[in-house]
């Protein structure tokens, strides 16, 4: 099983700086295989990026993925107000089960 | 619009079962692949389960396997959880996902629907 760890735990910022979220994999994967996702409170999960670098259809530039290998990282270049979330990690379709980091929670500072 | 509505939860005791289920419209439910997703209360995202869009292939977490089935009738464009010998530790809020049309990952998910395990 791969496992993914994310960094920090919790990400104290102001609005219009800039966010950097890491995730590390236990093993090696294809970044194809590496999406991010956004979720607010009471909210179903967004999708933000896949294949570790594409954004999905109506994700604002200000996100923008990259990494490969064992090492992912999800850069929110201005924080807006609605940026406030927590942010997972996937790996999905590589080799089951497929996995979500625990979390990185970026809150206002 | 693409749409994923999950319905069948609630509380049930230890060792009971339930049978949630996801009704999707807005695409063609037949050509995608499907997964269950659960988060337990201030907890996050854990993977359940995933089915082919002709169920030829399913996989489970371990977490699940030998206790939970994934199932799907793709002319009722409807998914399926088939929960047995359920524990405290399954209780959670379960969505349904749909997989991307590009690329490996979940494109579209459902609200949710809470399942407690509790006597």
């Known amino acids: 099983e791969i496992v993914l760890t994310q960094s920090p735990g919790t990400l104290s910022l102001s609005p219009g700086e800039r966010a950097t979220l890491s995730c590390r994999a236990s093993q090696i994967f294809s970044s194809s295989y590496l999406a991010w996702y956004q979720q607010k409170p009471g909210q179903a999960p967004r999708l933000l990026i896949y294949?570790?670098?594409s954004r999905a259809t109506g994700i604002p530039d200000r996100f923008s993925g990259s990494g490969s290998g064992t090492d992912f990282t999800l850069t929110i270049s201005r924080l807006e107000p609605e940026d406030f979330a927590v942010y997972y990690c996937?790996?999905?379709?590589?080799?089951?089960?497929?996995?979500f980091g625990q979390g990185t929670k970026v809150e206002i500072k | 619009e693409v749409q994923l509505v999950e319905s069948g939860g609630g509380l049930v005791q230890p060792g009971g079962s339930l049978r949630l289920s996801c009704a999707a419209s807005g695409f063609t439910f037949s050509s995608y692949s499907m997964n269950w997703v659960r988060q337990a209360p201030g907890k996050g995202l854990e993977w359940v389960s995933y089915i082919s869009s002709s169920s030829s292939t399913v996989y489970y977490a371990d977490s699940v396997k030998g206790r939970f089935t994934i199932s799907r009738d793709n002319a009722k464009n409807s998914l399926y959880l088939q929960m047995n010998s359920l524990r405290a530790e399954d209780t959670a809020v379960y969505s349904c996902?749909?997989?991307?049309?590009?690329?490996?990952?979940?494109?579209?998910w459902g609200q949710g629907i809470l399942v407690t395990v509790s006597s």
């Open positions: 996902a749909r997989e991307c049309a590009e690329g490996w990952c979940m494109a579209y």
């Open positions: 996937q790996q999905y379709g590589s080799s089951p089960p497929w996995t």
């Open positions: 294949g570790a670098s």
